[in-house]
């Protein structure tokens, strides 16, 4: 559950970014001959929610029903005790606290009259919700809009960046710690990372370590007090206000030079371009160095990140990760970009 | 191994039921299901697990990173990678047709998987399930044990870290931070700081701590994966009469509760003796929905599980149940305030799992 800072502020996200974004959601809905738009929250699944209403639940999960017009609506099995929080995250919508909140979206969708509704990633949505919603609202005819929702997140906006900068720092802050010699086990380690995070005002942190990364690239939440190697690697997913980041570091003697070589890459990623290649491309500047493998994630829908496929947009939100081996040794490193920036 | 006890009652169930296999899903928010078939506990994105009656699990997540965790947690089950995790469970299925199968938790399955079940022959399975949730065999009774203490360390943590000028995010800071040092993985907490204005508690929002507040928690931490919780209210300064009398009536009713607890009784029951000493104090309308959420609620693999302890739920108490029993509700005179201890079910009574005194505690102001 998330157990950091949370809270909408207006100077970080201003009601008219929140309604400009919800007027950019009505204009592609109407592209598509939608009525009205479904998007589904939890914890896991908060990004889209959060971007179209500053809210994200700390626990349980809600529905949100954007409309041609009017505020949008959030209905959530959370009681109404809940509410006054949830208002203090959430500057724009109809909040109601209801034990059905599917049943509910489909009543108003048919008081509504909607013909034609589009719903995020509408195969992933919950059961017991869309037997609810589809009920309640039998001649809806639904539409699956994870794609045009994906073409809305492609440019990230000036709050956006600004709440994804927030982020980093706080990330790249936290794992400094890694320098500091305080933690001899990846657990104390862990701790450490994470309560410099929290105490900087992070939503959420996830810190995952390799504790020997000659012996095993592969990163792992832990709270035990397995020795860190020579050689180790930190992963801090972060969130701030909803907005996630990660960075990853190796923690080694000889790493400076790959870690800059990172900074250098991240800075001169373009856009249109697949990020494959301009990887590829760029590890023949490192001595030594071959690429054992490289992902790329961006928050195109419910997922605060996930693998893309795609060649990025110019302004799109990256983050960038890269295993090496120079020298016969393991490296890796993460970090957040905006696509095309330099 | 606590995972394969677990695994070996689900299939024995399974088996018992007439269930070829098993389906379930889990989140970070609802993990439990997943995690009793497969011991794995998902962090980011989702997992749907198959469990077969010979044991063998499959287990589809759809982050890379997941599954590098799960591999690493869980060697003794198959991952699969599937970033379209929906498709590819989907053509599992489709060659277990024939098999009779079970889902948990039914409502949470992804839509287009559910509305095939009739045709999959995939039945909801929920309730079986939860069974086997709510009573636990004596391995889990003793990760949960394990998970008390350091919910008594955690709170010590916490009242160390409550002074004026702090915020409500570095209280919990703090208690993370010891956390994770100390085998503990994940932990729910929710925290109110302040007067008669604090309705219920809530996640962090950057409140900080004047002389006089009242600072509650709810405090869960979690240990191989099962949660127990420990609810303290502390006053910075001196308590005033009105909240240590409040205090006191929490504890009555609590203790009511607790005194009630064992094999055979119903939830409605014990709350029915916690809601009895409010209202024999004039404070029944604070035991309602209005000011209130639960009388207390079940703890396992998920935070805040079945049975809830409210007056009209009639789930029968068994032995090798885990609860925690919490009078938290609001006082006109002072808040929100909360006290609650976890206890394992015995056959004559209840074991208290956490130890932490019953006092409402007083930092320096």
Same mark, same amino acid.
């Given at each position: ?169 706080? =990330? ?110 760029? /590890? ?22 996930? =693998? ?13 990760? /890269? ?5 016969? =040794? ?13 | 191994?606590?995972?394969? %006890? ?51 699990? $499959? ?63 995939? $039945?909801? %399975? ?70 008669? %204005? ?41 308590? $005033? ?23 055979g009784v119903t939830a409605a029951d014990i709350a029915k ?34 049975p809830?302890?409210?007056e009209?739920v009639t789930t029968r108490i ?27 079910? $015995? ?19």
């Amino acid at each position: 559950m998330r157990r950091g800072l949370m809270g909408w502020n207006a100077e970080e996200l201003p009601v008219a970014a929140i309604e400009a974004r919800l007027a950019r959601l009505r204009a592609a809905m109407q592209g598509a001959g939608l009525d009205a738009f479904i998007v589904y929250t939890n914890n896991t699944r908060p990004s889209a929610v959060a971007w179209l209403t500053g809210f994200t639940p700390y626990w349980s999960d809600a529905l949100l029903l954007v409309s041609k017009s009017g505020a949008p609506v959030f209905a959530t099995a959370l009681s109404k005790r809940v509410s006054e929080w949830i208002r203090t995250t959430d500057p724009v919508s109809e909040i109601v606290n209801t034990p059905q909140p599917g049943k509910l979206m489909g009543e108003r969708l048919a008081k509504d009259k909607a013909k034609r509704v589009g719903v995020l990633e509408y195969d992933m949505l919950p059961a017991g919700l869309a037997h609810d919603v589809e009920t309640a609202a039998p001649a809806v005819e639904w539409s699956d809009g994870t794609a045009m929702f994906a073409a809305l997140r492609r440019e990230v906006d000036e709050p956006e960046r600004k709440l994804l900068a927030k982020a980093d720092a706080i =990330a790249v802050a936290a794992l400094r710690e890694a320098e500091s010699g305080k933690a001899k086990d990846a657990g104390t380690l862990a701790g450490l990372i994470e309560q410099s995070a929290r105490l900087a005002g992070a939503e959420e942190a996830y810190i995952a370590v390799a504790p020997d990364l000659a012996a095993d690239r592969r990163l792992n939440r832990t709270s035990q007090p397995t020795p860190l190697a020579e050689r180790f690697a930190v992963r801090a997913s972060i969130a701030y206000k909803g907005c996630w980041v990660r960075r990853s570091r190796t923690f080694a003697t000889d790493s400076a030079n790959a870690d800059a070589w990172l900074d250098r890459v991240a800075d001169s990623i373009e856009a249109g371009k697949a990020v494959a290649e301009q990887v590829a491309a760029n /590890v023949k500047a490192l001595p030594n160095a071959k690429l054992a493998k490289y992902t790329v994630e961006s928050c195109t829908g419910s997922y605060p990140l996930s =693998a893309l496929a795609s060649a990025p947009a110019s302004g799109q939100f990256l983050v960038l990760t /890269v295993e090496l081996t120079i020298d016969g =040794a393991p490296w890796l490193g993460a970090r957040p970009l905006i696509a095309g920036s330099r | 191994m606590i995972a394969n %006890e677990r695994r070996k009652r689900l299939t024995d169930a399974m088996q018992e039921s007439g269930l070829d296999a098993m389906l379930v899903y889990g989140n970070a928010w609802q993990g439990d299901y997943l995690r009793y078939a497969t011991d794995f506990g998902i962090l980011e994105g989702q997992g749907l697990a198959i469990v077969r009656g010979d044991g063998h699990v $499959t287990l589809y997540v759809d982050s890379a990173l997941e599954a590098d965790r799960a591999a690493l947690d869980c060697p003794g089950i198959e991952t699969v990678l599937a970033p379209d995790l929906t498709s590819e469970v989907e053509a599992a299925l489709n060659r277990m047709r024939n098999q009779s199968m079970g889902a948990a938790p039914q409502r949470l399955l992804p839509r287009r998987i559910a509305a095939r079940a009739g045709e999959l022959k995939i $039945t909801d %399975e929920t309730s079986f399930v939860d069974r086997l949730l709510m009573k636990k065999l004596d391995s889990e009774v003793a990760a949960i044990r394990k998970a008390a203490k350091l919910a008594d360390e955690g709170y010590k943590v916490f009242m160390q870290a409550a002074r004026v000028g702090r915020a409500d995010y570095e209280l919990i800071a703090e208690s993370e931070a010891f956390f994770r040092a100390h085998g503990v993985d994940d932990n729910f907490q929710i925290i109110g700081i302040g007067g008669i %204005e604090v309705k219920g508690m809530a996640p962090p929002s950057g409140k900080r701590i004047q002389a006089g507040d009242m600072v509650t928690t709810e405090l869960t931490p979690c240990v191989d994966g099962y949660y127990a919780q420990i609810c303290r209210t502390l006053v910075v300064g001196e308590p $005033t009469a009105e909240q240590n009398g409040a205090h006191a009536l929490w504890r009555e009713a609590m203790e009511a509760g607790i005194a009630t607890v064992r094999d055979g009784v119903t939830a409605a029951d014990i709350a029915k003796a916690e809601n009895d000493v409010f209202r024999r104090h004039g404070m029944g309308k604070y035991t309602t929905s209005e000011f209130t959420r639960v009388r207390g609620h079940g703890m396992g693999l998920f935070a805040d599980s079945k049975p809830h302890i409210l007056e009209d739920v009639t789930t029968r108490i068994d032995a090798g149940m885990v609860l925690i029993v919490h009078p938290n509700t609001y006082h006109p005179a002072v808040g929100y305030m909360v006290l609650g201890d976890a206890v394992a079910v $015995t056959k004559t009574g209840c074991e208290v799992l956490t130890g932490t005194p019953r006092e409402l505690f007083s930092v320096a102001g």
